[in-house]
Nanobody, 117 residues
Framework: QVQLVESGGGLVQPGGSLRLSCAAS????????MGWYRQAPGKQRELVAT???????NYADSVKGRFTISRDNAENTVFLQMNSLKPEDTAVYYC???????????WGKGTLVTVSS
């Protein structure tokens, strides 16, 4: 069982920055591919960024060049650095951990990011 706890959300003005963190509860964190997803009001959950165990990264087109995903296996934590935030980035951001189809897929409870002046 893996518990994921997100933090770092809040209210920020357009053009501002936030850094989200997701702490995992176990010491096999390094075996998981990690991801950030978001869900805006009235919309479906969508991929924001992923980082594999081999540190390969992937980003949604809407955040490329503005967001950076990283991980610290020693601290069992994945980060999402968000710069040049826009109102359309407003959403609940969720952390995800997966190891492929033979293992459960884990989600955090989310952290709210609001971009507004």
């Amino acid at each position: 069982q893996v518990q994921l706890v997100e933090s770092g959300g809040g209210l920020v003005q357009p053009g501002g920055s936030l850094r989200l963190s997701c702490a995992a509860s176990n010491n096999i964190f390094s075996l998981f591919n990690m991801g950030w997803y978001r869900q805006a009001p009235g919309k479906q959950r969508e991929l924001v960024a992923t980082i594999t165990t081999g540190l390969n990264t992937n980003y949604a087109d809407s955040v490329k060049g503005r967001f950076t995903i990283s991980r610290d296996n020693a601290e069992n934590t994945v980060f999402l650095q968000m710069n040049s935030l826009k109102p359309e980035d407003t959403a609940v951001y969720y952390c995800n951990a997966e190891r492929g189809i033979w293992y459960p897929n884990y989600w955090g409870k989310g952290t709210l990011v609001t971009v507004s002046s």
